[in-house]
């Protein structure tokens, strides 16, 4: 099962989620890190906004625990988000510095969150293909369509970002001197 799974794994990395976030840091000049960072900040609200949706039922019940289950549904996660998001945020400062062609290492570490992640969007899609999303539906789906983009993203090589053009002339990163100012003899 993980092998095949590795081959659709490394086909939706290479084949899709790879061009759009080369394509997305090249038009809003986020590295592929900053996108996954981005998604699971997303994910994490939409987790937020699908428990609130829980609340005025509860309280109208008139439970002794009104609001345990979405406390129990937000603790976890948005405690696993925050885990998740540090990682990535340690893996960029550590690769930032050095431009290194070395492989992602979030690529292999993080095989098991990307299959729980997509078998999740599949049921969530599935779930709501049969019935009408509400509110709280809507953003579980959207929950887990971020975490699932941020789990692929982070997965993504990390390029170099390409110099941004100013008025004709390339802006250069400060280490790099193209000329030196003493005369050549």
């Known amino acids: 099962m993980k092998e095949q799974f590795a081959l659709l794994d490394d086909m939706l990395i290479d084949g899709l989620f790879q061009p759009i976030a080369d394509r ?3 038009r809003f000049r986020l590295s592929t ?6 998604f699971l900040d997303i994910a994490a609200v939409a987790l937020i906004l699908s428990q ?11 439970t002794s625990l009104p609001y345990l ?20 945020h340690r893996t960029e400062m550590k690769h ?10 979030l690529r ?5 969150h990307r299959i729980v992640c997509f078998f999740w969007l599949l049921v969530m899609l599935l779930q709501t293909s049969e019935t009408p999303p509400r509110w709280e539906g809507g953003a579980l789906l959207a929950v887990g369509i971020c975490s699932t983009l941020a789990v692929y993203f982070a997965a993504c090589f990390a390029r170099p970002l390409k ?3 100013v008025e004709g002339q390339l802006v250069r990163a400060k280490a790099t001197v193209l000329f030196d100012r003493r005369t050549i003899r």
Request: hydrophobic share 55%.
């Open 69 to 88: 289950y979405p406390v129990l549904v937000l603790a976890p996660g948005l405690a696993a988000m925050t885990i998740l998001r540090g990682e990535i």
């Open 96 to 105: 930032s510095g050095v431009l290194t062609l070395s492989a992602n290492p």
């Open 52 to 62: 609130a949706a829980h609340l005025p039922g509860i309280a109208a019940a008139d």
């Open 33 to 38: 890190f900053q996108l996954a960072r981005m």
């Open 108 to 112: 292999p570490g993080m095989h098991w």
């Open 163 to 165: 110099p941004k053009k």
């Open 24 to 26: 997305m840091a090249e």
